[in-house]
């Protein structure tokens, strides 16, 4: 009736006063050695100390037992991907999608048994519809041009490229393990808006992306610097310039760079000063219009002495990406290719806000950028880049399908490098030295092994993408239409892609829908 009466931190406080009583009493009487006696010391300086703060409400209300919430909670998402996760679970990429990765890298067993795990009656379920005259798809037309006639230097990329991921957000052995095996499967790699490193040279093809920071070519109070770009965009491992304008992840978002982060090594590739904090803005300095940008597009081209150069977007209002393709026409200044990065694309670091509720899905992107192109006759002389959660043969024919001539993966090359999907990229202490600058963790990434492991992925991902799309029907991934691609909208109704997202005026392909009674 007594313990009824009082409070959980009182009985608390009770039964550790006690223990300590006891403790005491015991060692006294030689029953206990009085080493032991740290326990209960431990615990009474534990209560004192929950009881008496104020940053946690559940600390103050339940001393020391409170302890073991937060403790739990540190572990959890290890907990849950180890013992509690399905093959169909796990955000934003599944253990089955992990799976095949690894897999694919490891160049192992590829295959699956038994039966689908997905359901292919739930809405938004999305399928191929394959041939009964399947086609042997050839590997040669696995590459394709990026440069239009203003381009003096065209360069031949793969379909399926190393994303944006720079040297200070990914670690030394992750960025010249992905350079290396870029080399190896004779891919591109972009380089993230970080600047050229040492790292990035290790004889891998350079796609050189500039964001809003000019890093590597800036000058001391930030702006762009002609004279640092025309050194580097010459380098003879780079192929391609990419002017970031903005992130599927993180549009209309800068960036930050810790000061502890900030080395003497990375400050020196970045041209700013070490150990401080260092941001990027979210937008240019060295443009303010459509006009603009294109002009200085054009001076990046011919700085380059006329390497293939493009823009990376995410879009957003659609009237500016309309004004930008408007001012092509008046310029007459035409970029060789655009990335358009998908709202799904991934970060290391930003706010709920932007990852979740801004920008436009790749998908509904890629169909209105290659539609407004084609209205303006653009179409021909600019490639379109796909990015965002594409990691298998089905991603890129499905990309494809909707207007892409070449994609990019970068999670997906980072499953290759043995990411575990932590998600602790922001926090410095990726555990398999991924997203880390902490020399304890990446000098356990092999750049030998995993080199080989990118390259393996890579090739394996184009192989199983030519057996799909030759059971499709095609030998050419240009060939693809949207017309056998589908989605269950409704629990009686799947339709093409060609019904879904063009119109008949466009000619894309037959429409169909696919109706049960």
């Known amino acids: ?38 326990i209960p010391f431990y615990l009474l300086f534990i209560l004192i100390q929950d009881t008496f703060q104020d940053s946690h409400t559940v600390k103050k ?21 180890y013992f509690f996760e399905g093959e169909l679970d796990g955000k934003p990429f599944n ?84 350079n290396k095996g870029a080399k190896l499967g004779n891919f591109a790699h972009n380089t993230g808006e970080g600047g050229i490193s040492d790292f990035h040279l290790e004889g891998g093809d350079l796609i050189w992306q500039i964001g809003t920071g000019y890093f590597g070519c800036r000058k001391e109070d930030g702006t762009f610097s002609p004279e640092l770009y025309t050194e580097k965009a010459n380098f003879p491992q780079v192929k391609m310039i990419e002017l970031k304008l903005s992130q599927g992840a993180k549009p209309g978002h800068g960036g930050l760079l810790p000061g502890e982060k900030n080395t003497v090594e990375i400050a020196k590739i970045r041209n700013v000063q070490p150990h401080i904090a260092v941001h ?51 310029t007459g200044i035409v970029p060789d290719f655009i990335t358009i990065d998908g709202a799904e694309g991934g970060t290391g670091a930003v706010p709920l806000e932007f990852i979740d509720y801004m920008g ?41 399908s909707l207007g892409a001539d070449a994609c990019y993966s970068a999670r997906g090359m980072m499953f290759a490098l043995g990411c575990i999907q932590a998600l602790q990229c922001d926090s410095g202490k990726c555990p398999v030295g991924i997203a880390t600058q902490d020399k304890n963790l990446y000098k356990g990434l092999d750049v030998t092994d995993k080199s080989v492991r990118v390259a393996h992925f890579h090739n394996n991902t184009l192989k199983a993408f030519a057996e799909f799309i030759g059971a499709c029907g095609f030998d050419n991934p240009k060939a693809i239409t949207p017309n056998v691609f589908y989605r269950r909208i409704d629990h009686k109704t799947n339709e093409s892609f060609a019904s879904l997202f063009f119109s008949d005026k466009e000619n894309i392909a037959t429409t169909e829908k696919i109706t049960l009674n």
Not at 61 to 81: A, C, K, T
Not at 289 to 303: I, M, P, V
Not at 320 to 329: D, P, Y
């Open 280 to 330: 990027s803005p979210a937008g240019h300095s060295a443009f303010t219009n459509s006009s603009e940008l294109l002009h200085f597009l054009q001076n990046l081209r011919q700085l380059s002495n006329g390497k293939p150069v493009g823009f990376k977007i995410c879009i957003g209002r659609q009237d500016e990406f309309i004004s930008i393709v408007e001012a092509m026409k008046e």
């Open 360 to 400: 436009m899905a790749l998908a509904d992107a890629l169909i209105f950028a290659s539609k407004v192109l084609k209205e303006y006759g653009l179409r021909d002389q600019i490639r379109l880049m796909a990015s965002g959660k594409i990691i298998t043969g089905f991603d890129i024919a499905k990309a494809m």
């Open 61 to 81: 209300n339940y001393p020391i037992v409170g302890r073991f919430r937060y403790f739990l909670e540190s572990f959890r998402p290890e907990m849950r991907q």
């Open 1 to 38: 009736m007594f313990l009824k009466k009082l409070a959980v931190h009182q009985i608390i406080w009770l039964a550790t006063v006690t223990f300590l009583v006891v403790s005491c009493v015991w060692a006294y009487q030689g029953n206990m050695s009085y080493f032991f006696l740290i």
């Open 95 to 178: 253990r089955r999608q992990r799976s095949i990765v690894y897999q694919r890298a490891k160049n192992v067993k590829q295959t699956i048994s038994f039966g689908m795990q997905d359901d292919p009656n739930r809405i938004g379920y999305e399928w191929a519809a394959h041939s009964i005259y399947p086609k042997r798809a050839d590997k040669q037309f696995f590459r394709t041009v990026v440069g239009n006639k203003q381009c003096l230097q065209p360069y031949s990329a793969s379909i399926y490229n190393i994303s944006a991921m720079s040297y200070g957000a990914l670690s030394k052995t992750a960025i010249s393990s992905l």
